[in-house]
């Protein structure tokens, strides 16, 4: 084939009928009056499209359950009143239920059983007052936390969250609950009775005039008198402690018992006196020291009785009476 065939047939080949520049213009401008898709805009119209905000009441209404009537309309909580920290509980109010039955704990080991319970009723009473107030302040601010931890949620999701949240504690873990207080209190009952029965066996009890009080058995008696009584403490290596506890009807006043003290302790280096309360009753204590002594006496008058508690320590630096002295005083009636 020569070069000019060559070149024809190259034309030929590479011509294209559509490539008119008519026909490109037709197409062109066909192409451009076309409409686009519907779908795409309307698409494009729902994202626009505002989510729909759930009213606050809704989200209350849902977290309060069935109660919701009653908790909105009571002006006193008739089921705080009846079971305190156990309704607590059951509306999942953890910290109020635990720390209400802390304190009731507490009155069963350490308040009188009669007084015990004219403070649970007085109290549980002021808890059903209270309840209506506060209950419905903590759904609203659980409620915010819920709506702050999950933004992205859809609003029946938030519904079922709130509904989840306030739905009350099943009654069974109320019973186990029940049980186990129950029985953390019998058992700190019965311990502290059993402690009680212990200190009870290491003292007994001692009458003089119209006192009492209580003696450790580990102090001899010596003397045991109507109006004169003396205990001697060999426990300690370091002195030995003398516990007297005597009357007189010899003086009108605690003066002149006083005025005799005064003279009788001034041969020591040190002497004071002071007013002292033990209990219910107002003792005068006179305290005296030396090297090697101590003396701390304790003296009341009442139906013209001189009453004197004596505690002397010998051959000892220090005061080895004070713990007898502390436990004979606290125990006197």
């Known amino acids: ?85 156990f309704y607590f509980l059951y509306r999942k109010l953890w910290f109020f239920g635990i720390f209400i039955l802390i304190l009731y704990i507490y009155s069963y080991l350490y308040i009188p059983e009669s007084a015990g319970i004219l403070i649970r009723v007085a109290f549980q009473f002021l808890l059903a007052l209270i309840f209506p107030k506060i209950y419905p302040s903590i759904v609203e601010r659980k409620i915010e936390q819920i709506e702050k931890n999950n933004p992205t949620k859809e609003e029946e999701e938030k519904i079922e969250l709130c509904k989840k949240k306030g739905n009350p504690l099943k009654v069974r873990w109320i019973g186990v609950i029940l049980v186990i207080y129950v029985g953390l209190i019998a058992l700190l009952i019965k311990q502290n009775d059993t402690e009680e029965i212990k200190e009870e066996e290491k003292t007994y009890q001692k009458q003089i005039e119209e006192l009492s009080y209580k003696i450790p058995t580990y102090l001899t008696e010596k003397t045991d008198f109507d109006n004169y009584q003396f205990y001697v403490d060999h426990t300690h290596e370091e002195g030995i402690c003398y516990i007297k506890v005597s009357t007189s009807h010899s003086y009108i006043t605690e003066e002149e018992y006083n005025k005799e003290m005064n003279t009788f302790h001034d041969s020591y280096k040190e002497y004071k006196q002071e007013q002292v309360k033990i209990g219910t009753l107002e003792w005068t204590k006179h305290y005296s020291s030396s090297s090697l002594y101590h003396l701390n006496i304790y003296t009341m008058i ?15 630096k220090k005061n080895i009476c004070s713990f007898n002295e502390n436990y004979i005083l606290n125990t006197i009636e």
């Open 1 to 85: 084939m020569d070069p000019k065939s060559q070149n024809n047939w190259n034309k030929f080949e590479f011509t294209n009928p559509s490539s008119n520049p008519k026909e490109q213009t037709e197409e062109i401008e066909i192409l451009e009056l076309e409409e686009p898709p519907k779908e795409e805009t309307n698409n494009k119209e729902e994202s626009k499209t505002p989510k729909k905000k759930v009213n606050k009441s809704t989200y209350k209404n849902a977290y309060l359950g069935e109660s919701k009537k009653t908790i909105q309309k009571e002006i006193i909580s008739i089921p705080t009143f009846l079971f305190g920290p």
């Open 302 to 316: 009442k139906n013209d009785i001189l009453y004197e508690f004596s505690f002397e320590s010998r051959n000892s």
